[in-house]
């Protein structure tokens, strides 16, 4: 967790261990996120040349379950992976359907739709959906479909519109896949970033859920801060929580000047959301130059920390396939 230590490290782990021991031990880890996409065609070849690997295709799949209560079927084209150490499932909802899938696309665009977390067994699931319910949060989406020929089933919770992403369950007889391990020379995913607007109500709502509150701290601008390759003074905020494989990192940014976090509001019809992949990188430069080989390019970019608590990171535009930027970060 080199971003977390470096931004956060007494506050995030003070309030997770006053906070987590509330929740079952499942969240301490995350099994998968669940990526909704409108064309499946396009976003998997190039997440594929960013490092999407290991990738196991499920054309023309049935979900059934329900959605806010009532019967649900979906029909869908899903892709499994790894980047790095983050699994990965990338959903293509069939269109015209009624559902929150559909409904999701529709009000953000292409984007990361929920993180999910692994329950050993059926009752574990049942119990957690009742706990839920106690703390006023429903079940939004609950779907069973076949994996190998076993069912799998996948519950998602109400939480997007207070906690700006769904948090999810997975479970699977002998147990869903793992998250991969990454290799030498692999992608480390180190958190997940995103943007909010007002970190209190969202902090407030995690909290009452018994995850940890995060406490927002400002950035300030800084001399070698750049977007689109000009000269940016930009103070922010930013909080954290830590999670088994990575962080979560809020982001609190203003509306201008522009900058990369503004950028993603517009582009997801204003709607919050998980905005990057920051994943760790040794050379920061070389990274930047294979996605610029690719067709991508910098859109913000500066530092952190000082001295040997340094580092430096870049933003890449990858957003125009699947609505999800990359953060390249290299510690000092």
């Given at each position: ?10 506050v ?58 009532k ?27 009624l ?15 929920s993180?999910?977390?692994?329950v ?65 020379g ?55 929580q ?18 990369i ?13 998980i ?26 970019s ?9 580092l430096?990171?870049a ?18």
């Amino acid at each position: 967790m080199r971003l977390i230590l470096l931004r956060c490290f007494v506050v995030a782990l003070s309030l997770l261990g006053t906070c987590s021991a509330q929740l079952p031990n499942y969240y301490k880890t995350v099994n998968r996120v669940t990526w909704l996409v409108q064309d499946i065609d396009k976003v998997r070849p190039a997440w594929e040349a960013l490092g999407l690997s290991g990738i196991q295709e499920y054309p023309n799949i049935t979900l059934t379950g329900q959605y806010h209560g009532k019967p649900a079927t979906i029909y869908a084209w899903e892709i499994t992976g790894h980047l790095g150490n983050l699994t990965v499932e990338m959903i293509q909802p069939a269109e015209g359907q009624l559902n929150a899938f559909n409904d999701f696309l529709m009000k953000h665009g292409d984007g990361i739709f929920s993180i999910v977390h692994e329950v050993s067994s059926k009752k574990e699931m049942e119990q957690e959906i009742q706990r839920m319910n106690g703390l006023g949060v429903g079940v939004l989406l609950q779907l069973t479909t076949k994996r190998q020929n076993a069912p799998i089933t996948f519950t998602y919770f109400d939480t997007e519109p207070q906690g700006k992403f769904v948090l999810g369950l997975v479970y699977r007889p002998g147990g869903a896949s793992s998250p991969a391990p990454a290799s030498a020379g692999g992608e480390t995913v180190t958190h997940l970033g995103t943007v909010i607007r007002e970190p209190g109500p969202v902090s407030a709502f995690w909290q009452k859920l018994g995850f940890p509150a995060f406490t927002v701290q400002r950035e300030p601008s800084r001399d070698d801060l750049r977007y689109r390759d000009q000269p940016l003074s930009l103070a922010f905020a930013t909080g954290s929580q830590s999670f088994g494989q990575f962080s979560l990192e809020w982001i609190v940014s203003p509306a201008m000047p522009p900058n990369i976090y503004a950028d993603f509001l517009k582009a997801h019809h204003n709607q919050e959301g998980i905005q990057h992949l920051g994943i760790a990188v040794d050379n920061l430069d070389q990274d930047v130059a294979h996605y610029e080989k690719l067709g991508y390019h910098v859109r913000q970019s500066g530092s952190w920390g000082a001295g040997t608590s340094s580092l430096r990171y870049a933003g890449m535009d990858t957003d125009s396939n699947g609505g999800i930027n990359v953060e390249l970060v290299q510690a000092n």
